[in-house]
Antibody, heavy 121, light 112 residues
Framework: EVQLVESGGGLVQPGRSLKLSCAAS????????MAWVRQAPKKGLEWVATIIYDGSSTYYRDSVKGRFTISRDNAKSTLYLQMDSLRSEDTATYYC??????????????WGQGTLVTVSS | DIVMTQGALPNPVPSGESASITCQSSKSLLYSDGKTYLNWYLQRPGQSPQLLIY???TRASGVSDRFSGSGSGTDFTLKISRVEAEDVGVYYCQQFLEFPYTFGAGTKLELK
C-alpha cells in the first residue's frame, strides 16, 4: 500500500524558513517523480513543485521560484521542501504527491494527508 | 499559464441521478501523441484529493465505473452516474500538458 506521510509544518513568522518532509513507502520511491501541492484555507489546489525520479530536474511555480527548493533522498525514500523567505500567502496545507506513470511527472496518483503551514507574526 | 475554468452544479443533486461537471482549458490539451493531458480529482470533506480520471477518460485504479470522462481538446466533462453519498465533495480538473500544472477552481457536489 502506497503511503505518504508529511511532517514539518507549523507556525512561522514572515521571512523565516521551514522544511517539510514526506516519508514514502509501499512503492519504489526512486522510480517516480514527486511533487508538492498546496491548498490555502478554504481554497482550491495549487501545484507548487515537482522533482524528477532521480532528482536531475526540478520545476516550480513562479511565485515560489527562488524561495522554495524541492529535493529528494532516494536512499531514505524521502521528499523535502525547503521553504525560505516565507510570506503570508504561503499559508496552506501542503500535500506530498506521487506522480503517476513510471518515470514521468504526469497525474498525481497518490496524496499524503497534508501538513499545515501558517505564516503569521 | 493554462487557465482551467470549471462550471457549477445545480446543487443539491438528487441521490441516484446523474451529474455532469464541465471544465474548459485556455489551450488545447491534446498532445501530438494523441492523448489529452487532463485529469480529474475528488476531494471529499476533510480528506486529501484522490485521482479519478487521467488522460481525460481513463479511470484510475479502484475508481467506480459510475465515473466517466470525455471531451475535446479544450472542453471536458466528468459524468457521475447514479450519484451516491460517497460522491459528495469538490471535484477538480487539472492539466498536465505543461508546467506550471494548473487546476480548476473546483466544483462542489452536494446530495439531496
Amino acid at each position: 500500500e502506497v503511503q505518504l506521510v508529511e511532517s514539518g509544518g507549523g507556525l512561522v513568522q514572515p521571512g523565516r524558513s521551514l522544511k517539510l518532509s514526506c516519508a514514502a513507502s509501499g512503492f519504489t520511491f526512486s522510480d517516480y517523480a514527486m511533487a508538492w501541492v498546496r491548498q490555502a484555507p478554504k481554497k482550491g489546489l495549487e501545484w507548487v513543485a515537482t522533482i524528477i525520479y532521480d532528482g536531475s530536474s526540478t520545476y516550480y511555480r513562479d511565485s515560489v521560484k527562488g524561495r522554495f527548493t524541492i529535493s529528494r533522498d532516494n536512499a531514505k525514500s524521502t521528499l523535502y521542501l525547503q521553504m525560505d523567505s516565507l510570506r503570508s500567502e504561503d499559508t496552506a496545507t501542503y500535500y506530498c504527491a506521487r506522480h503517476g506513470y513510471y518515470g514521468f511527472p504526469y497525474w498525481f496518483a497518490y496524496w499524503g494527508q497534508g501538513t499545515l503551514v501558517t505564516v503569521s507574526s | 499559464d493554462i487557465v482551467m475554468t470549471q462550471g457549477a452544479l445545480p446543487n443539491p443533486v438528487p441521490s441516484g441521478e446523474s451529474a455532469s461537471i464541465t471544465c474548459q482549458s485556455s489551450k488545447s490539451l491534446l498532445y501530438s501523441d494523441g492523448k489529452t493531458y487532463l485529469n480529474w480529482y475528488l476531494q471529499r470533506p476533510g480528506q486529501s484529493p484522490q485521482l479519478l480520471i487521467y488522460w481525460m477518460s481513463t479511470r484510475a485504479s479502484g475508481v467506480s465505473d459510475r465515473f466517466s470522462g470525455s471531451g475535446s481538446g479544450t472542453d471536458f466533462t466528468l459524468k457521475i452516474s447514479r450519484v451516491e453519498a460517497e460522491d459528495v465533495g469538490v471535484y477538480y480538473c487539472q492539466q498536465f500538458l505543461e508546467f506550471p500544472y494548473t487546476f480548476g477552481a473546483g466544483t462542489k457536489l452536494e446530495l439531496k
